[in-house]
């Protein structure tokens, strides 16, 4: 019974660490380093972190 509890536990862990952070209508993801083809446009709700959005997303400022 306690090796149940053990593998539901882990499995939640890994679903909820490896969930995909979304941000910018779902356009953008949440990391603390973007790549180098994405800027980082706003800060994400979820934690310290970046929205980095592929550039063409992102508003063009006038």
């Given at each position: 019974?306690?090796?149940?509890?053990?593998v539901l536990t882990v499995?939640?862990?890994?679903v909820w660490v490896a969930q995909a952070?979304?941000?910018?209508?779902?356009?953008?993801?949440?990391r603390?380093?973007?790549e180098q083809n994405e800027v980082s446009h706003?800060?994400?709700p979820y934690?310290?972190?970046k929205?980095?959005?592929n550039p063409k997303y992102v508003p063009v400022q006038t």
């Amino acid at each position: 019974m306690k090796l149940i509890f053990l593998v539901l536990t882990v499995t939640l862990l890994l679903v909820w660490v490896a969930q995909a952070r979304y941000c910018w209508g779902k356009l953008g993801r949440c990391r603390t380093k973007c790549e180098q083809n994405e800027v980082s446009h706003i800060l994400c709700p979820y934690y310290e972190a970046k929205c980095c959005v592929n550039p063409k997303y992102v508003p063009v400022q006038t």
